[in-house]
């Protein structure tokens, strides 16, 4: 907390241990302290206000709002009470109270600068941009300095940005903005940079691109100074949009002048020239060509500027910038999309791109900047672009295997680079079986005697050979797709290892590949910051079983998203008071793609779904975790209509051929894919909170408090949620029949399919719907309702049978050992656990159904007993149910003997002695042993998660017993 | 072959290629926000043709002009691997200096880990010295003792004495720099 300033005041030497105490995080002590002062200093709000962040904070919500509000109604306007409100207030969520705090300040000491520009802060927090443009307004009053002038401005724009009506932002707060900009220029009043910014801004939103313009080049103009280049990069988007073609290729020449390397200026230089010839533009009779210059508007005059940057470069003695060169490819690109003869006067592509690479093929990105002009080329020149690349690279004569291997780090990298576009070009993926093992055995070489170049390498430096490991372990994946072959596999795995031993930094070696076939620690990635990792960690790790791993990358995302919610506002107030006007909207979207991130939706289903999973009924009821994660079954807070996805896919390093690549279609897919599974388990969810709040409803005492936190479900919403279920069950089956394959080196698939195929969703399903009917027996009672009661006992029935059938899908050997290879089957894992979320919301489901059978039960027996009868039949229902019950122990017995005999074996099982194919140098075995102890002992952690959670499961089975 | 422009908040979901690097600290997103707010012009990042962000500069303006120690600094300055060895980090650097030139700074510094020894070689071809030692400046997270920092300087024209850049005799505490 800020030490406040004014040390003469008493009250703050009185407060000041509190502030202390708080600051160490020793809340008792501060709220002792602040108790202690109350005493002897009734009228001491301050420290009522510092009692109450302590109760925030140790967990007292309640108390802590109701001392905030004595002291809030009393409406105090002492800097210590109020500051020390608005932090409470900020740590309570309630931005809000903030507005009205300083509302009423100011209403009390109308002149306070200091308490005017709290308020404007407290509205943009809030996003009350009509309030603030007031507010502004209101400190400009007090105190006329500019930046309160333009506050108000941008709060203009702001309701501008944010406003519905598209007209009501052009007609009304848009033109209101632009004039009071235009008062202040009028006054020659207009001082700072940001300023002008927010003027060019208004100006470009009304789309009054002239004026704009007119602002830039004029005096106002000057004041752009803080970004490079800031003046000639508004005119360019600016000729843009007003289509002054002219001005925008004259911009770009002379820019290009400046710096030859500048991409950006290159594609508008070709975009104005070939509208400019398009237009058959003319320069005029006499005078310049343009406001900015000489003009190109010809093909002729295009080739000789090209021409002559080439020159300019070659004349350079070192240094050469890869610009010029590229931009003629890109030239002849557009040239020949236009079918324009003149491409030949700038060479032959494949020469070209050959002599490229002689300047620049000792550089990384060389492939980078060559993959993109491959298209160039027509297939039969495939060869001979590759064969022609080899001539420039330096490699010593063939050893007795065959490979001739580079001398030096530059030649690596050359021949490096023509690796990677010979598999850019497909050449890698047309190889039968013995071929692209012929490959990896080659890049292998490579790899192993690149490192000798890396024996001073620093633990944070890369090996110069990485890339040919990590390629290699690409074609074994290639094997593994088309053949199948696991010994592919292993083999891929063990020279991941390899990889890793060497250059322990290399991301690359960590990424997904693995955790198709098993998890490994979280600690051994590298943080992301945004959240790619966590997405991947949470997918694999929670549907191998492996639930901590899985709520830890889960409460990680959460804190992440959580603490940008409450800290972009922070910045859009910092943009504010450093005039950062372009950047507010900016901030705004950017929270918003935040806050709608398709991966936050999950990891909030998914973490809550873990909580009940792990802990619900077991150590605590499961009414309490529903009520502790403020679960509410008729509120959906998940915006499916704008989720984005957020993924950075580009981290995965590949060199695949352009058909093998990430398209948009998988990344569409990807999407769907992902919302169609949220959307399964985001309505399980919600109908567990159902099933829940009729297990124990409400009592009348504190019914208001619960239908307020929305624990009280309704049977209305059972019933939809159950319907809403069962089409997104429908719409799944149908997408998981398009059967789309994702490139290896891309999105992940979701859980999907492996759900739908183990039985676990329509088996959920299935007993989801047993309160419905519950529900009406409970009405009708047992003695008319016999047609009722075989409906209920079929579902129990069918509920048994559905949840052996799921178990038999986990059955097998996790990791099959068959002809001397291994083959790890970790979709049996993943079945393992759907069949144990599928158990705890059968217990649920059971636990109801046992809460409504219980006193029907009790009543006939009572009356039995009343009218002496001698034993006559129990209710098919009640029968059902018990039988159901015992039907439930032997599952959870076999799948727990399950459990434990693969454990037994797995523990057993000696990878190592079985034989690994091809792989005679020792080392090699090491590695590839590593990998097999690495997916041994991550199977055996899931099994043992796995079992722990079933048999806390199999303990609940006994309250069921009526 | 590089586009260069203000980094943007959407670059945060694209920049992890660059992060990868093993010596690039990822911070949280307040930290990048702050800047983006505060010093946005001197947020800069590099664009490959295909779209592939090929590395960024982040810095900031602060100190007292009075006391002649108003500077540049750099916050951050990372290349993807791929687009190591171009030029790109020192065509960065001079952006940043130009920035800080035309704010009337004296000087611009940055910190850098001092077992770092190919961005410390890579500075003093920039023209930066080591100005002082700044010892345990960088805490390691996983039992590791804490590294040293160097704080190299480079004079601007406004520091024609180029005094800002004497080397202290005595390396100083975290603590001891403001």
């Not at chain 1, 508007?297 to 300019?312: G, H, K, L, P, Y």
């Not at chain 1, 088309?482 to 292993?490: P, R, V």
């Not at chain 1, 705004?588 to 398709?598: D, E, G, K, M, P």
């Not at chain 2, 422009?5 to 290629?17: G, I, Q, S, Y």
């Amino acid at each position: 907390m800020a030490a406040r300033g004014h040390v003469q005041d008493p009250n703050d030497r009185r407060l000041r241990p509190i502030y202390d105490y708080l600051d160490n995080g020793n809340n008792k002590m501060a709220i002792q302290q602040a108790d202690k002062l109350l005493k002897k200093h009734k009228d001491l709000h301050c420290a009522k206000v510092l009692k109450a962040i302590g109760l925030q904070r140790t967990g007292k919500q309640d108390e802590a709002f109701t001392l905030a509000q004595e002291v809030a109604v009393l409406e105090p306007t002492d800097d210590n009470s109020l500051q020390a409100l608005t932090i409470l207030y900020r740590e309570m969520h309630r931005p809000e109270l903030v507005t009205k705090l300083y509302e009423a300040a100011v209403r009390k000491v109308p002149t306070s600068e200091e308490y005017h520009s709290h308020l404007f802060m407290a509205y943009a927090r809030v996003g009350e941009y009509k309030k603030m443009q007031q507010a502004g307004m209101a400190l400009y009053k007090i105190v006329p300095k500019n930046p309160y002038y333009f506050w108000s401005v941008m709060s203009l724009v702001m309701q501008a940005i944010s406003a519905q009506d598209e007209k009501l932002s052009q007609t009304m707060f848009l033109p209101l903005a632009e004039r009071m900009v235009e008062k202040m220029v009028k006054e020659e009043k207009i001082e700072a940079e940001a300023e002008v910014q927010l003027y060019f801004m208004i100006l470009e939103r009304l789309g009054k691109y002239v004026e704009a313009l007119e602002v830039v080049q004029g005096p106002l103009g000057e004041k752009l100074t803080s970004e490079l280049q800031s003046r000639e990069n508004k005119c360019m988007m600016l000729y843009r949009r007003l289509e002054r073609w002219a001005e925008c290729n004259a911009l770009s020449c002379k820019l290009l002048l400046k710096n030859p390397d500048d991409w950006q200026f290159y594609i508008l230089y070709f975009d104005s020239l070939f509208y400019l010839i398009d237009q058959s533009w003319a320069p005029p009779q006499e005078g310049a060509h343009s406001a900015e210059g000489e003009v190109h508007a010809s093909t002729a005059q295009a080739i000789s500027f090209m021409e002559d940057r080439i020159v300019t470069e070659e004349a350079k003695e070192s240094k050469h910038l890869r610009g010029p060169y590229l931009a003629r490819l890109e030239l002849i690109r557009r040239l020949r999309e236009r079918s324009c003869p003149e491409a030949q006067q700038l060479g032959e592509p494949l020469e070209l791109m050959f002599q490229f690479f002689v300047k620049f093929g000792d550089k990384p990105c060389c492939i980078t900047d060559l993959e993109i002009f491959l298209d160039l080329f027509t297939p039969d020149q495939h060869v001979q672009f590759i064969n022609r690349l080899m001539e420039a690279v330096p490699l010593g004569a063939p050893g007795e295997d065959g490979v001739a291997l580079p001398g030096d780090t530059r030649a690596l990298q050359r021949h490096l680079c023509v690796t990677q576009l010979s598999r850019s070009l497909g050449q890698q993926h047309a190889l039968n079986t013995e071929g692209k093992l012929g490959l990896i055995k080659e890049l292998k070489a490579h790899y192993r005697h690149g490192l000798q170049f890396g024996k001073s390498c620093l633990k944070t430096e890369l090996q110069f050979s990485d890339m040919y490991c990590l390629m290699a372990a690409h074609v074994y994946i290639d094997l593994w797709l088309e053949t199948g072959d696991q010994n592919m596999l292993w083999q891929c795995l063990g020279l991941l290892e390899e990889g890793l031993s060497h250059s322990s930094s290399n991301a690359q070696f960590n990424f997904p590949y693995p955790l198709y076939i098993y998890m490994f620690p979280i600690s051994s990635w590298r943080h992301l910051i945004l959240n790619f990792k966590e997405y991947l960690l949470t997918r694999y790790a929670e549907s191998l079983g492996q639930f901590a791993a899985a709520s830890q990358s889960c409460n990680f995302s959460l804190r992440f998203f959580h603490s940008n919610q409450k800290d972009t506002s922070e910045y859009i107030i910092q943009a504010y008071k450093y005039g950062a006007f372009e950047k507010i909207p900016e901030f705004i979207a950017f929270r918003n793609r935040l806050n709608h991130s398709l991966h936050f939706a999950q990891a909030r289903t998914e973490r809550m779904l873990l909580d009940l999973f792990l802990e619900a009924d077991t150590s605590s009821p499961l009414e309490e975790s529903v009520k502790s994660m403020s679960l509410c079954p008729e509120e959906d807070d998940i915006p499916w209509d704008s989720l984005r996805d957020n993924r950075d896919l580009t981290v995965l390093v590949s060199w695949n051929p352009k058909d093998r690549q990430l398209n948009e279609e998988h990344k569409q897919h990807s999407l769907e894919d992902d919302t169609l599974w949220l959307r399964l388990r985001s309505l399980t969810l919600r109908l567990i909170g159902c099933v829940s709040a009729l297990t124990h409803p409400p009592t009348s005492r504190n019914s208001e408090k619960t239908t307020e936190n929305g624990v009280a479900a309704k049977p209305s919403s059972l019933q939809s949620l159950l319907s809403q279920l069962e089409n997104t069950l429908n719409q799944a089956t149908q997408f998981t029949e398009k059967q789309l394959q994702y490139p290896f080196v891309g999105p992940v698939p979701s859980r999907l399919a492996q759900a739908l195929s183990s039985g676990c969703c329509q088996c959920q399903l299935s007993s989801l719907q047993l309160p419905l009917h519950l529900q009406e027996l409970e009405t009708a009672g047992l003695d008319e309702s016999t047609e009722l009661q075989t409906q209920i006992s079929n579902l129990f029935k069918s509920l048994a049978v559905q949840l052996q059938d799921m178990l038999e899908k986990c059955k097998g050997d996790l990791l099959e050992v068959k002809d001397d290879q291994s083959k790890p089957q970790q979709f049996l894992l993943e079945n393992l656990v759907y069949f144990v979320e599928t158990v705890c919301i059968v217990l649920w489901v059971s636990n109801y159904c046992g809460s409504v059978l219980r006193p029907l039960k009790s009543s006939l027996q009572k009356k039995k007993k009343k009218k002496k009868e001698v034993s006559t039949v129990t209710p098919p229902v009640l029968s059902a149910y018990q039988e159901f019950s015992s039907s439930l122990q032997s599952l959870l017995n076999q799948a727990l003997e399950h459990i434990k005999s693969q454990e037994i074996s797995l523990t057993a099982l000696k990878l190592g002695a079985l034989s690994l194919e091809g792989q005679t140098q020792s080392e090699v075995r090491t590695f590839t042993k590593t990998a097999m102890d690495k997916v041994q002992s991550s199977y055996l952690r899931s099994l043992q998660e796995i079992g722990e959670l079933l048999k806390k499961r199999a303990d609940t089975l006994k309250s069921l017993k009526i | 072959m590089t586009t260069l422009r203000a980094f943007t908040c959407d670059d945060l979901f694209k920049f992890n290629n660059i992060n990868l690097d093993p010596l690039t600290e990822t911070y949280g997103i307040p930290f990048y926000l702050q800047y983006l707010a505060h010093w946005p012009e001197y947020f800069i990042v590099a664009e490959a043709p295909g779209g592939e962000l090929m590395g960024y500069i982040m810095g900031k303006a602060e100190g007292s002009v009075a006391r002649e120690e108003w500077h540049g600094h750099v916050t951050a300055l990372s290349v993807a691997l791929e687009f190591r060895r171009l030029g790109l980090a020192a065509k960065l650097m001079e952006m940043l200096e130009e920035i800080s030139e035309r704010k009337g700074g004296f000087f611009v510094d940055l910190f850098v880990r001092v077992s770092n020894q190919v961005a410390v070689k890579m500075y003093k071809q920039l023209g930066y010295s080591v100005y002082r030692t700044v010892i345990e400046y960088y805490s390691a997270s996983n039992g590791e003792p804490d590294e040293d920092a160097y704080d190299m300087r480079k004079a601007l024209s406004r520091d024609a004495e180029k005094k800002s850049i004497i080397p202290l005799p005595h390396p100083v505490r975290p603590e001891d720099i403001e």
